[in-house]
Each structure stands twice: as C-alpha cells, then as structure tokens.
C-alpha cells in the first residue's frame, strides 16, 4: 500500500486526505516512480474546486510536477530504465494522472530525465513554467532577438521562467509588477524595464521604452482590467497572448476597436495546445513538443534557465499547509513538498 493524496469533495486544500491505495504497475508505455519531491501550481487549487479546464470525477487524484525514481517500468518503454532519476513534464490529462503521492504512475512521453546537477525539489520545479513559456514566446509568438516581449505577472513561476527564455534568445524584456515592491526582483531576474502597473500607466510606458512601437510578443497571465492597456501596448501585428486570467473579477468587454486598428494577433493559449490533451480534444504538435524539450534541457543544462524555490515544506502530510500558502498569493518562486 502506498499513500496518495486525493479529494473527495470539491474545495479549498482542506479537503485534501491522504489515502492507502495499492501499489499498481504501470501498463504499455507508462512508468512508475517513486515520489521524492513535488511542486505547486495554480492549476491544483483550480482543480479542487472544479475551475480548471477539467472535471475532477471524485474521488480524485491532483498534481502536475513530481520529481523522483523510475522503480518500475511498463512494456514499450525504451527510453527510461530502473533507476533513472525523472521529472514530470506537462504532456498528460490530469485527469488521467495525478502524482501527489509516495508513487506515481506517468506516460513514459510525460517525464524527462532530471538534469544531473538538480535536486529533486529543483526537479520538480522547472517544467510547467518552462514548457510554458517556451511554446508560447517561441512557437506563437515567434520572438525573435531584436524584439521587445512585456511579460505581466513577472514574478509569478511562469513570470520567471519567461523572463530566462526571453534572455537567453535576446530580446529585450520589460516585466510588470503591480507596486515596485519587487522591482528588484525582476531586475535581477534579467528584465530590461519593471512597470508597476498600479503606480505608472501601462501603455505609455511601454511605448515610451519602445520609442512608439510596443511589445512585439505580450505574455500576459493577467488579463482583466489591464486588458485595454496591453491592447494599446501591443506592437502593430504582435501577439498577445493570454495563458491566464488572475484577475477573474474584471472581465469585461474586449477592446475590439484597438484590435482592428493595431491588428495584433491575440491568441487564448494552454499548454497542452502544443503537448495534447485528450480529455480535451487537442491532440499533440510532436515537433513543436520536441524542440521545447531539447531548448528547455539545453538551457537547464548550461545554467541559463534557473529554477527559484520561494519555500520547502517537509513530508506529504504539509502538503496541506504548502497549497495553503500558495493561495495566500505570498510566493516568488515555486513551492516545493520534500517527500
């Protein structure tokens, strides 16, 4: 027997129990690992209250990003063997595979080995937020060197991971914060310019850094009430691209007049756009799928994607206690629960 966190009911982390579940084998073309580091979403509170892009079916299991053992492999897995240290990575329907537990089982095509020089608790903290990232400025956006990318909710995981892969290629970055309390944090992290968005007006500045043309690329997990200044931000035929909406609560009407006279392609994005997801009808880009991985190893690999860790809690009985923080909306960086 094994312990597996699930929910019964739908709710806040309180709702959260440990079962004894038996110990399965994995079948054709999954993998079992043994648990020993798991990270925080924001996708898992969603997903307990039935606000994500799934419905749980109760009782349910939860979690994305795991990092652990290989201890048990099914038939037609070639690339992973007994022993392996692995990290999960976004190519699955959570409602097929939740990992918060001693075990998990995964699809061998969900996992990546863990970079050598990587803790577990590093191990479980890069992937969502890189994968992310990457199909999102790279494959939609198509930034390139010489353009401008405005990356809002720039110190969140995703807000992060944007800035080191925007870095990397050699775009200039210009981040958003709502009060410059964590200026400093963004500048540190590689942005060109920090906006506090409740203190300077959005779109002015960004036209000011821009000398008139605007952010090339926006990725933007905010939406809501910044929404008319990211379209007047936008450069003429830019993308904005939307993969979040923290501001639930102002969600108004869309600014189709600055649309038509900017152009902008304005994009509604996921990640399993590109990964898959078969609970919801996406199949996946397997040579888009390929180069993130071979981009987001890459950089982990040299050094130029950082994995930033804001708190660990120990033992899957605080995992509770972890999901609690997160909501409290106090992190700058990923919460990891040691196993």
């Known amino acids: 027997m094994v312990k597996i966190a699930r929910f019964h009911q739908f709710g806040d982390p309180d709702v959260l129990q440990f079962d004894e579940l038996p110990l399965n084998d994995p ?30 079916e109760l009782p349910s299991k939860l979690g994305y990003e795991i990092a652990g053992t290989v201890e048990a492999i099914g038939s037609k ?59 999102a400025l790279l494959e939609l956006g198509q930034l390139q060197a010489y353009q401008t990318v405005l990356i809002t909710a720039g110190t969140s995981t995703t807000g992060l991971a944007a ?17 410059s309390k964590k200026r400093q944090i963004l500048l540190d992290a590689g942005a060109d310019y920090v906006v506090a968005t409740e203190e300077e007006d959005l779109a002015s500045r960004v036209m000011e850094i821009t000398n ?23 450069a003429i035929r830019g993308h904005w691209i939307v993969y979040g909406i923290l501001d639930m609560e102002n969600i108004g009407s869309f600014p ?29 880009d397997e040579a888009a799928f390929n180069r993130a991985k071979q981009f987001i190893a890459a950089g982990l690999a040299e050094g130029s994607f950082p994995v930033i860790i804001d708190r660990e809690f120990q033992g899957l009985e605080n995992l509770v206690d972890a999901m609690k923080y997160m909501a409290s909306n106090q992190a700058s960086g990923k919460i990891v629960i040691t196993v």
């Open 27 to 56: 079948g054709e073309g999954e993998v079992r690992v043994r648990v020993s580091a798991m990270s925080l979403n924001r996708a898992d509170l969603l997903w307990m209250e039935n606000n994500y892009v799934e419905t749980p």
């Open 77 to 135: 897995v070639t690339e992973l063997v007994i022993g392996d240290r692995v990290s999960s990575i976004p190519a699955f329907s959570i409602s097929d595979y939740g990992n918060f537990g001693e075990t998990a089982i995964l699809p061998a095509r969900g996992l990546m080995k863990t970079p050598d020089n990587f803790s577990f608790a590093e191990g479980s903290s890069f992937a969502f937020s890189y994968f992310t990232g990457y199909f």
């Open 163 to 179: 800035i080191a892969i925007a870095k990397k290629i050699g775009a200039k970055i210009i981040a958003t914060t709502r009060t």
């Open 212 to 234: 008139g043309h605007g952010a090339d690329v926006i990725y933007d997990a905010v939406a809501g009430a910044l929404s008319e200044q990211l379209s007047q931000a936008v």
């Open 256 to 284: 189709w007049m600055t649309a038509f006279i900017r152009s902008f392609r304005f994009h509604i994005y996921k990640v399993f756009d590109f990964t898959g997801n078969r609970h919801l009808g996406l199949p996946a």
